[in-house]
Structure formats: structure tokens, C-alpha cells
């Protein structure tokens, strides 16, 4: 309606106090990091992964355990001043073992959420930027692989898997998850292709490559960035069920998944066997994507809290 | 209430506030008009002015949250508590609304003649199902489409956009209403069929005996059709009275302003426009005082701390004028034509040399699109000829303009000319070399020399990027250092008006007129000797527009450019080119200097196009004669034998029996007639038409 065209949106200049007013031109990056500077949730979220990652790698100096000790004396003992996190049937230290696990699942989501998504950016806009036989041959290529159950692919490839290390794991999980996301890039790239700035660009004799790095990137960056951050509870997941399963982090590896796997039979009876790593895990990805936000609302201007 | 109101609408002290997080927006605020029956009052405003609020404020169309204060009296009741039941009742038999937008307005799965019979049954329940579709074809008649009874069974898909806005107003009219509210019913619409569709208009008005009220940007539509007009700015009615008043003795300074910054088809390219500095108020927090203030060039203390009420012009209660200083200026002590400084032209010393030489020529140039069906096995089942054949070319330091319908191919000629590619026929030739003959390095450094600025200034910078990187990006393609490039992108900001040290701020910070700055600047940064200018200034407000369009011609002055200049507004390309090509379905029916094809246009199109722009100026717009184009715009799909244009040629009826033959059996070829190049066989009797339509 015609109506909505009336209403004045607030100016967005003059509602922008931290508009930066140097002479000097800024470059983008440190205004991006300016901004980002400016929001209170990427501070909490920052701090809160902060504090999880520095836990991971300095968590077990205090403690007297290592993951792979079993205490005899204290078989399946609830929280003591001994076993903060108290141990599991055969005496293992479960503070030990959470730490241990979180860093495995940990180093696996933040690698394969954002190796997802910059797959699946770089994959989508090319389809989408390209056009022609490109476009179809990757569209082809993502139909067959989302019609592909990529569990039983996983139980299938589980025997090559267990013979290299977990490392492989990460490319495995990436491997399988950037499809729906390339296709929604994809699609969003060939509404910016017509776009006059990206026509602009072109105009200007600038190469496909850079007009895709430099354009059509950024403009679904928003998108991206959700996708790595889901990506990285995701990946946490998928991990999780390999594992439960067996097809994952194999012994004597621990993953939280492996912990939650073991764990969940007895979280009525003994929860601080699932509780503590199921509380790291919630912990872990509301962190990641309060940071994601953040970061989203400081790279597009237009969105969130610019905007009102 | 305590007075009757002897008027068919009256609007008192209209107010309408929108609450939002951010504090609330007043939209309109203490507006005041009437209309009598039978009037044509038209309410002219830029975007934001309240306009298209306040009339729907009238229809009771507002959204729940929206908060409205004041009265309005429809023959002399008041419509605001009334209850959705009686509204529904009264809206269409009493007041019916045209939207601007004919697509969004109609439901789409529903047939044009069950729309209307379904308004008609609203209203008499008494009606048989038969009757009412008798009387959608016969107002389908009125209306003025060709085949009703066929056409009764079409869906708005099927409609062409002016045939839209006819059905619209065809239901407008169903239960003959006693007020119908036009609110910009012409703006997405083309000039031809814009003068189409305000015929119709006036046609329904007259059958009715309704009263309309036409809410507008243009003040020319106004013009020619209105009794009396109001001027909306900033939520308020800042001046008021009939036409002849308003347009021939304005008192508001935004008003003399407004009419002075138009380019007018009539008077454009002899004076330089009058820019109107600014940008209008944020309604969300206006300063006290006149919300014109902080643009009017005559404003004085008083004026920043009362608003001033609209207060009569020598006891006339119908012509009134919100300005502090309404009796200097309608009494002469402030002469209304010096009120804004005219800007100076370009000084000579600082003017560029051009060499007069061919910077750009294009010869027969052809893009035909194919259409395919099917999805697997494509099969081809005609071509869109959206390139017939083009030619012409541009001297260095000049401007073409180049000038069509929406559809007539204007816009695929030049993205044709911008992708410096192989055409599918015919011949591209830049600086006297042939594009299709050029390596991919040439390629690109020729790029360096041919700009593009696009219409939408918003669509065209990436919102992602600092206006420093989009200015500098032409630069990084010719791998200019990073020391250059930011003190090119500065030297450039310069030159269009930008304050540098606003480089790195990104485009949504900036207003329309800035962000088109922007895209200028960033077409200049390369020091280009040709600029493709798409439409540089329709999607900007009136007066914003002027400000833009006098930065091209001192540009072109001072760097001694050459413009290719693509617009649909008439009035703007007479003000900016020195020599003119009309566009229509792929073809330039004819082209030639800028005078003589506005003075002594030789096509019949050329003519039509003219006289269905309105000019600003009411005395003008009554006595001039208006060729009012029969029907839409063919497809291109279409394969017309002969001359495309006669399906439409007003000339062409007028021709005997050969004179028709040759029309339809032989394609005109461009030929000279008095100093433009015509493609039409019966010039020579162009004014045949003249004599035609001063017959009544």
C-alpha cells in the first residue's frame, strides 16, 4: 500500500550518534570492529567462549585427575571435594573427562560450522553468479548429495574413518552439511545478480572473482555467519550421534558426545553424569552465537539495532 | 460539533500520529480543507508530506494503531467512531479510492467483470447477477476498453498496467459515487497513458457529477485538471487556492520554490533551474518553528520559534498561505521571482576545450531476445525485439537524450552499448574504435573512458561497502595505487558536493540527492570522456532533482563530457541535451536537435509524447491540444508489417487509402525532414493532426 511509503523512517544519520567523524578515511575492517565494539552481546558472548575455550586448555592444571585415571576407591561417586564433577561406574574423573571431551567437540564445531558455510558461500555464489552449465552442474551435484542419507554414507565410510584420525571426522561432517545452505546462497545471488551495483561492478570491467569477494560475499555474509554459528551446535550434534552410535570419536578419544552418550542412561539416577557436560554444551553454543549476531549486525549496517 | 458543514467533505484539524518504539511519528498535523460537489481539488505534496495519509485517514483506511484527532464531515456527518459496518457501507456509493498501484489493487483471482459486479451487488442487494454483469461491461465501456464483454472475463494478470487503472476506475465509479479519491493514480504509469487515464478520469467525473480529489507529486497533473489545489509539506497544508493563484502568484516559499526547481517542458533548457536546498524534515522530530525554515532563503528569526498558520491572502478565505511573510510577498516588496538565488553558470575560464569529435556512435544496432517454452526440450517460439536497429551517435562535450516508454528498448540499448561486447547486429564504436574488434586488456582500459549512473541511487551502491570503496572501485579494476585511489575519491567527493571527510560512512546514511552524488562521483572517479546517465534523476524527489540535474551540466562544462542521457521525463531531457532521439518499440522514430524536435517535432509519436506531458502552468496546460494516443503500447513480441507505429498513429487514420497502404506494407527508413531525422512516409502532413484535434 502506498501508505507505507508515507511514513518516514527515522533518519538513520542523525539517530547514529557513533558515526565516525575522523577526517581520515577508516578502512572497513575497523569499522566493522568499532561497532562491534559497541554491542553489549558480543561482549557476553565473547567472554562467555572466552572463558570456555581457556577452561578447555587450562581446566585440568588444577585438577588431580587426568581423563584416563580411574579412582577405585570412588566408583560412581557423586560431587565431592575429589571428583568436582564426581565420577562415572569404573572411577573415571568426570571434571577430567568434560574437559577433555569439550576440547575434541569444540575444535570440531568451530572448524566444521565455518568450513560448512564458507563451502557453502563459495559453492552458492558461484552457482548463482555464473549461471549456465555451472549453476546446473552444482545444482546437480547438491540434489544428489542431499538425497543421500548421510548417516548410513558415514556408517559406510566409518571403516576408512576409523583408520585415520579424528581430524578426518571434520572434513567428513563439513562434507555434509553445506547443501542447504548453498542452495538458499544460491538463490539469494541470483536476485544480487541483477542488482545495479553488482551491474555497476561488472560495468567497470571488475573480474568475476572479485565482484563475488567483493560484492555478493559480503551481501549474504548475514546469512553465512548464522549458518557457521548454527554450524558449530550442529557439527556439536552430528558429532553426538556418530559417536553414540560408534561411527565417531572412537576410544580411547572423548568427545562431549561420547560423555552425553554414556552419560544419558543414568541422568535420572546419577545426572551429574549428564548434567555437567549437557550444561558445557548449552553454554558453549549460546556463546558462539550470541557472538554470530554480534558480528552479523556489525558487518550489514542496515540490520539490527542500526536500523532502529 | 458545533457548526454544520455545508461542504461534501470537510477535513478540520485533521491530525494522524503513528506510534513506533523509537517515539511516535505525527504525520499529519491540524490539516484543514473541504471540497465542494463537483469539485477537483488536487493535493500536491513531495514524498512524506502526509498526503496519501490524510486521504486515507478520509476512507477510514488507517491502520488500528494509527491515532487520529480532528473531525471529518462527509455531507456534513462525521465519519471518524463510526463503526467498520457503516464505513463499508459508504465507501464505493459514497467516496471510493484509485490507488496508485492497479496490480496490487485488484484481487488477482477473480475476473476484471466480477469485480465489478461483485461492488455493484455490494450496494443493491436487489441486483440480479445478470444485470450486474450488464453494467460491468457497460462502465468497462466508459471506462474506455476496447472489447468489454470479452474483456469482462479477463483477471488482472491479462491487464496491461493503464488497463488496470481503468478497471480501477471503473469500479470507482460502479455506484456512482458522490467523491472519489485519486491517489497518485497516474505516477507508475507512462505519460501517454498517464494522459489516457486523467482523460478517463475527467470523463467519469463529468458522467458522475462527483467531486475528485487527486493527491499528486506532479505538479503538473495538477495543472491542467484541477479547480483549486492545495500544497502539502512536512504534515501541514502550506498553501491553498485555486490553480491560477497557485501557480501565477505563489506566497509560500516552498511553492515558489517548488515551481521554480521543475524543469518545465514548456520553458527548460533557456534558464538554469533553481535548486531547493535541503531535504524535508523528519516528521519524528521536528524542530518548533517553520518546518520550512531551515530551507527557505527568506526566513528570518520568527520563523524558527512559531510555526505560522495558514492564514488568508487579502480576505479571500480560499487562498491561503502559511508563511510569516505572506503579505511582503504577495504585496511585491519581496519579489517572488529573485526569492532563490539562481545558481551561476560555469565560468568560462574554467570551462573545458572539447575538440568536436564522434566519442560514441552506434549503427543499426540489434538485440533480440528469444522466447522458448518448454523445459526440458526448449523450443523457440518468437523473439522479443527489444533492439530494432538502432543508430546514432555523440559528439564529444554534447548530450544525447534519449527518450521512450517504459518497454520501448531504451534500456537494452545501453546495457548493449555498457557491455562492450560483440552485438548481435550492427556496430558499437567508441572513441572511433569498434568494441567487437578489442582484446579483453583493451577492453577493460576502455571502461576507464565509458560510466554508467543508474536510476535507483539505493540500488546501485553496495549497501556493504563505504562510499570510499565504492567510489575507489572503478580504480582498483586499472590497478591505481592505494595513495591515489583515496586521494582520487577525495578530489571527486569535491568536485560533486560531498564533504570528504564523510568517506567512510555507508550509503544508507545518506539522502537520495547525496547517494546519486555518490553514484556521479563514482562515475567520474575514472576522469571518463562518456557517461551513461539511466534515468539519473526519476527516482529522486521534485526538488531534489534540480540540484542533481545542475551538478550534470556543470560537470559536463567543466570536464568536457559527453552524456548519454536515457530518461522518460520529457521536460528533464530538454533541460540537460543538446540533441534528442525518441525511442518506440525499438526503433528511434526520430532524432535531432533538442529545439527542433521540441519545437517542430515531425513524428507523430514525437508530437503525441509532447503534448501528453503536463506542464506545470495552468494557463498553458488549457489552451494547449492534447493528441491523445489510441491504446497500449503493441508487444514487441508482435511482428507488425510496415511502420510499428501505426497500430497507434493518430496520423495514420487521417491518411487516405495509399497513403494507409504504404503505411502497412513499407517499413519507414529515417529520412531528413526540416532538420531532424524522421521515420514516418507522411510527415509532410504532420499537421494534419493539428487540424484534427482543434475539431471537436
Keep these: 500500500m502506498s501508505m507505507l511509503d508515507e511514513i518516514p523512517v527515522a533518519d538513520p544519520a542523525a539517530g547514529n550518534p557513533e558515526v565516525i567523524q575522523s577526517p581520515k578515511p577508516v578502512s572497513r575492517f575497523r569499522l566493522v570492529l568499532s561497532r562491534l565494539r559497541s554491542t553489549p552481546r558480543f561482549w557476553v558472548g565473547i567472554i562467555g567462549l572466552g572463558t570456555i575455550v581457556l577452561w578447555a586448555i587450562f581446566g585440568l592444571a588444577p585438577n588431580a585427575w587426568n581423563a584416563s585415571?580411574?579412582?577405585?576407591?570412588?566408583?560412581?561417586?557423586?560431587?565431592?571435594?575429589?571428583?568436582?564433577?564426581?565420577?562415572?561406574?569404573?572411577?573415571?574423573?568426570?571434571?577430567?573427562?568434560?574437559?577433555?571431551?569439550?576440547?575434541?567437540?569444540?575444535?570440531?564445531?568451530?572448524?566444521?560450522?565455518?568450513?560448512?558455510?564458507?563451502?557453502?558461500?563459495?559453492?552458492?555464489?558461484?552457482?548463482?553468479?555464473?549461471?549456465?552449465?555451472?549453476?546446473?552442474?552444482?545444482?546437480?551435484?547438491?540434489?544428489?548429495?542431499?538425497?543421500l542419507p548421510s548417516l548410513f554414507l558415514f556408517i559406510l565410510l566409518?571403516?576408512?574413518?576409523?583408520?585415520?584420525?579424528?581430524?578426518?571426522?571434520?572434513?567428513?561432517?563439513?562434507?555434509?552439511?553445506?547443501?542447504?545452505?548453498?542452495?538458499?546462497?544460491?538463490?539469494?545471488?541470483?536476485?544480487?545478480?541483477?542488482?545495479?551495483?553488482?551491474?555497476?561492478?561488472?560495468?567497470?570491467?571488475?573480474?568475476?572473482?572479485?565482484?563475488?569477494?567483493?560484492?555478493?560475499?559480503?551481501?549474504?555474509?548475514?546469512?553465512?555467519?548464522?549458518?557457521?554459528?548454527?554450524?558449530?551446535?550442529?557439527?556439536?550434534?552430528?558429532?553426538?550421534?556418530?559417536?553414540?552410535?560408534?561411527f565417531g570419536i572412537q576410544a580411547p578419544d572423548v568427545s562431549l558426545g561420547t560423555l552425553l552418550a554414556s552419560g544419558q542412561s543414568a541422568a535420572a539416577t546419577r545426572p551429574w553424569l549428564f548434567v555437567f557436560p549437557a550444561a558445557i554444551l548449552v553454554f558453549t553454543v549460546l556463546s558462539a552465537s550470541l557472538v554470530g549476531d554480534a558480528l552479523r549486525d556489525a558487518v550489514d549496517p542496515t540490520s539490527g539495532v542500526n536500523r532502529e | 460539533m458545533n457548526s454544520q458543514s455545508n461542504h461534501l467533505l470537510e477535513v478540520r484539524d485533521l491530525s494522524v500520529t503513528f506510534p513506533q518504539p523509537g517515539g511516535s511519528v505525527t504525520a499529519v498535523r491540524g490539516v484543514n480543507y473541504h471540497v465542494d460537489k463537483g469539485e477537483f481539488l488536487g493535493i500536491v505534496g513531495e514524498s512524506g508530506s502526509g498526503k496519501s495519509v490524510s486521504s486515507l485517514a478520509v476512507m477510514g483506511l488507517l491502520p488500528s494503531s494509527a491515532q487520529i484527532s480532528g473531525d471529518i464531515l462527509f455531507e456534513g456527518r462525521s465519519l471518524l467512531g463510526r463503526s467498520d459496518r457503516e464505513l463499508s457501507k459508504l465507501r464505493g456509493e459514497g467516496i471510493s479510492i484509485i490507488f496508485q498501484d492497479p496490480l496490487s489493487a485488484l484481487t488477482p483471482v477473480y475476473t476484471i467483470g466480477a469485480q465489478i459486479a461483485e461492488a455493484l451487488q455490494?450496494?443493491?442487494?436487489?441486483?440480479?447477477?445478470?444485470?450486474?454483469?450488464?453494467?460491468?461491461?457497460?462502465?468497462?465501456?466508459?471506462?474506455?476498453?476496447?472489447?468489454?464483454?470479452?474483456?469482462?472475463?479477463?483477471?488482472?494478470?491479462?491487464?496491461?498496467?493503464?488497463?488496470?487503472?481503468?478497471?480501477?476506475?471503473?469500479?470507482?465509479?460502479?455506484?456512482?459515487?458522490?467523491?472519489?479519491?485519486?491517489?497518485?493514480?497516474?505516477?507508475?504509469?507512462?505519460?501517454?497513458?498517464?494522459?489516457?487515464?486523467?482523460?478517463?478520469?475527467?470523463?467519469?467525473?463529468?458522467?458522475?457529477?462527483?467531486?475528485?480529489?487527486?493527491?499528486?507529486?506532479?505538479?503538473?497533473?495538477?495543472?491542467?485538471?484541477?479547480?483549486?489545489?492545495?500544497?502539502?509539506?512536512?504534515?501541514?497544508?502550506?498553501?491553498?487556492?485555486?490553480?491560477?493563484?497557485?501557480?501565477?502568484?505563489?506566497?509560500?516559499?516552498?511553492?515558489?520554490?517548488?515551481?521554480?526547481s521543475m524543469p518545465n517542458l514548456a520553458t527548460a533548457g533557456h534558464t538554469r533551474l533553481v535548486p531547493l536546498e535541503g531535504r524535508p524534515p523528519q516528521l519524528s522530530n521536528l524542530a518548533p518553528g517553520c518546518p520550512f525554515a531551515p530551507r527557505c532563503p527568506v526566513a528570518i528569526d520568527a520563523c524558527r520559534t512559531t510555526e505560522p498558520p495558514l492564514t488568508s491572502i487579502d480576505?479571500?478565505?480560499?487562498?491561503?498561505?502559511?508563511?510569516?511573510?505572506?503579505?511582503?510577498?504577495?504585496?511585491?516588496?519581496?519579489?517572488?521571482?529573485?526569492?532563490?538565488?539562481?545558481?551561476?553558470?560555469?565560468?568560462?575560464?574554467?570551462?573545458?576545450?572539447?575538440?568536436?569529435?564522434?566519442?560514441?556512435?552506434?549503427?543499426?544496432?540489434?538485440?533480440?531476445?528469444?522466447?522458448?517454452?518448454?523445459?526440458?526440450f526448449k523450443h523457440s517460439i518468437g523473439k522479443v525485439r527489444a533492439v530494432d536497429g538502432v543508430s546514432f551517435d555523440i559528439k564529444s562535450g554534447q548530450t544525447l537524450g534519449l527518450v521512450g516508454e517504459s518497454g520501448c528498448g531504451k534500456s537494452t540499448t545501453i546495457m548493449e552499448i555498457l557491455e562492450l561486447a560483440k552485438p548481435q547486429s550492427g556496430q558499437v564504436t567508441v572513441n572511433g574504435r569498434d568494441v567487437s574488434t578489442m582484446s579483453a586488456k583493451e577492453r577493460r582500459t576502455l571502461r576507464q573512458d565509458i560510466q554508467v549512473v543508474f536510476q535507483d541511487p539505493m540500488a546501485s551502491l553496495d549497501p556493504r561497502l563505504p562510499i570510499q570503496d565504492i567510489i575507489a572501485e572503478p580504480l582498483t579494476v586499472h590497478a591505481v595505487p592505494a595513495r591515489e585511489r583515496s586521494r582520487r575519491v577525495r578530489d571527486v567527493m569535491e568536485l560533486v558536493g560531498l564533504d570528504p571527510s564523510m568517506a567512510s560512512r555507508y550509503p544508507h546514511e545518506f539522502s537520495g540527492g547525496q547517494r546519486?552524488?555518490?553514484?556521479?562521483?563514482?562515475?567520474?572517479?575514472?576522469?571518463?570522456?562518456?557517461?551513461?546517465?539511466?534515468?539519473?534523476?526519476?527516482?529522486?524527489?521534485?526538488?531534489?532533482?534540480?540540484?542533481?540535474?545542475?551538478?550534470?551540466?556543470?560537470?559536463?562544462?567543466?570536464?568536457?563530457?559527453?552524456?548519454?542521457?536515457?530518461?522518460?521525463?520529457?521536460?528533464?531531457?530538454?533541460?540537460?541535451?543538446?540533441?534528442?532521439?525518441?525511442?518506440?518499440?525499438?526503433?528511434?522514430?526520430?532524432?535531432?536537435?533538442?529545439?527542433?524536435?521540441?519545437?517542430?517535432?515531425?513524428?507523430?509519436?514525437?508530437?503525441?509524447?509532447?503534448?501528453?506531458?503536463?506542464?506545470?502552468?495552468?494557463?498553458?496546460?488549457?489552451?494547449?491540444?492534447?493528441?491523445?494516443?489510441?491504446?497500449?503500447?503493441?508487444?514487441?513480441?508482435?511482428?507488425?508489417?510496415?511502420?510499428?507505429?501505426?497500430?497507434?498513429?493518430?496520423?495514420?487514420?487521417?491518411?487516405?487509402?495509399?497513403?494507409?497502404?504504404?503505411?502497412?506494407?513499407?517499413?519507414?527508413?529515417?529520412?531528413?525532414?526540416?532538420g531532424s531525422s524522421v521515420a514516418c512516409h507522411h510527415s509532410e502532413h504532420i499537421d494534419l493532426m493539428t487540424l484534427a484535434t482543434s475539431q471537436p
Excluded at chain 1, 566408583?75 to 561406574?89: Q, V
Excluded at chain 2, 569529435?357 to 543499426?364: E, F, H, I, N
Excluded at chain 2, 487521417?654 to 527508413?669: N, W, Y
Design chain 1, 69 to 147: 585415571d580411574l579412582d577405585t576407591f570412588n566408583m560412581g561417586s557423586s560431587p565431592t571435594a575429589l571428583h568436582w564433577f564426581g565420577t562415572s561406574d569404573i572411577g573415571e574423573d568426570i571434571y577430567a573427562q568434560t574437559i577433555v571431551g569439550l576440547r575434541k567437540s569444540l575444535i570440531i564445531g568451530l572448524l566444521v560450522g565455518p568450513l560448512a558455510a564458507i563451502i557453502a558461500g563459495v559453492v552458492g555464489a558461484v552457482a548463482g553468479y555464473v549461471g549456465g552449465w555451472w549453476d546446473k552442474a552444482i545444482v546437480w551435484v547438491i540434489d544428489l548429495l542431499l538425497v
Design chain 2, 315 to 376: 480576505g479571500n478565505p480560499l487562498n491561503a498561505s502559511a508563511c510569516l511573510r505572506v503579505e511582503e510577498i504577495s504585496g511585491g516588496a519581496l519579489n517572488r521571482a529573485a526569492l532563490y538565488p539562481v545558481p551561476a553558470p560555469i565560468a568560462l575560464e574554467e570551462r573545458a576545450e572539447v575538440a568536436p569529435k564522434t566519442v560514441l556512435a552506434v549503427d543499426q544496432l540489434v538485440r533480440h531476445f528469444p522466447l522458448t517454452k518448454g523445459s526440458v
Design chain 2, 122 to 260: 455490494l450496494h443493491d442487494r436487489a441486483l440480479s447477477k445478470l444485470a450486474a454483469n450488464a453494467r460491468a461491461v457497460e462502465l468497462l465501456k466508459i471506462v474506455g476498453i476496447p472489447n468489454p464483454e470479452r474483456r469482462a472475463q479477463s483477471f488482472p494478470h491479462e491487464f496491461s498496467g493503464g488497463m488496470r487503472q481503468r478497471a480501477m476506475i471503473a469500479i470507482a465509479i460502479a455506484n456512482n459515487p458522490r467523491l472519489i479519491i485519486a491517489d497518485e493514480p497516474t505516477t507508475a504509469l507512462d505519460v501517454t497513458i498517464q494522459a489516457q487515464i486523467l482523460e478517463v478520469l475527467q470523463k467519469a467525473k463529468d458522467l458522475t457529477g462527483a467531486a475528485v480529489v487527486l493527491i499528486t507529486h506532479d505538479l503538473g497533473v495538477v495543472a491542467g485538471n484541477a479547480d483549486r489545489i492545495a500544497v502539502m509539506y512536512a504534515g501541514r497544508i502550506v498553501e491553498t487556492g485555486t490553480v491560477d493563484q497557485v501557480f501565477h502568484a505563489p506566497t509560500m516559499p516552498y511553492t515558489i520554490g517548488l515551481l521554480r
Design chain 2, 516 to 674: 546519486q552524488r555518490i553514484g556521479i562521483a563514482r562515475a567520474l572517479v575514472t576522469d571518463p570522456k562518456i557517461v551513461v546517465l539511466d534515468e539519473p534523476v526519476s527516482a529522486l524527489d521534485v526538488s531534489i532533482q534540480a540540484g542533481v540535474i545542475n551538478l550534470l551540466e556543470d560537470l559536463q562544462e567543466k570536464l568536457g563530457l559527453s552524456y548519454l542521457f536515457v530518461a522518460h521525463d520529457l521536460a528533464v531531457v530538454r533541460q540537460i541535451a543538446d540533441n534528442v532521439a525518441v525511442m518506440y518499440l525499438g526503433r528511434i522514430v526520430e532524432s535531432g536537435p533538442s529545439s527542433e524536435i521540441f519545437d517542430h517535432p515531425q513524428h507523430p509519436y514525437t508530437r503525441a509524447l509532447l503534448s501528453a506531458v503536463p506542464v506545470p502552468d495552468p494557463t498553458l496546460e488549457r489552451s494547449r491540444q492534447r493528441i491523445i494516443l489510441q491504446g497500449e503500447l503493441p508487444s514487441p513480441t508482435e511482428d507488425i508489417a510496415g511502420c510499428n507505429f501505426r497500430t497507434r498513429c493518430p496520423l495514420y487514420q487521417l491518411m487516405d487509402q495509399d497513403g494507409q497502404e504504404q503505411c502497412r506494407t513499407l517499413d519507414p527508413a529515417r529520412r531528413q525532414v526540416q
Design chain 1, 158 to 246: 566409518s571403516p576408512i574413518f576409523k583408520s585415520l584420525s579424528w581430524v578426518a571426522l571434520i572434513f567428513l561432517l563439513a562434507g555434509f552439511g553445506w547443501m542447504i545452505m548453498a542452495r538458499v546462497i544460491r538463490a539469494q545471488t541470483k536476485s544480487l545478480r541483477e542488482r545495479d551495483f553488482i551491474k555497476a561492478a561488472r560495468f567497470m570491467g571488475v573480474d568475476t572473482w572479485t565482484i563475488i569477494r567483493r560484492h555478493v560475499l559480503p551481501n549474504v555474509s548475514s546469512l553465512l555467519i548464522i549458518d557457521a554459528t548454527l554450524g558449530v551446535g550442529g557439527a556439536i550434534l552430528s558429532e553426538t550421534t556418530l559417536s553414540f552410535f560408534g
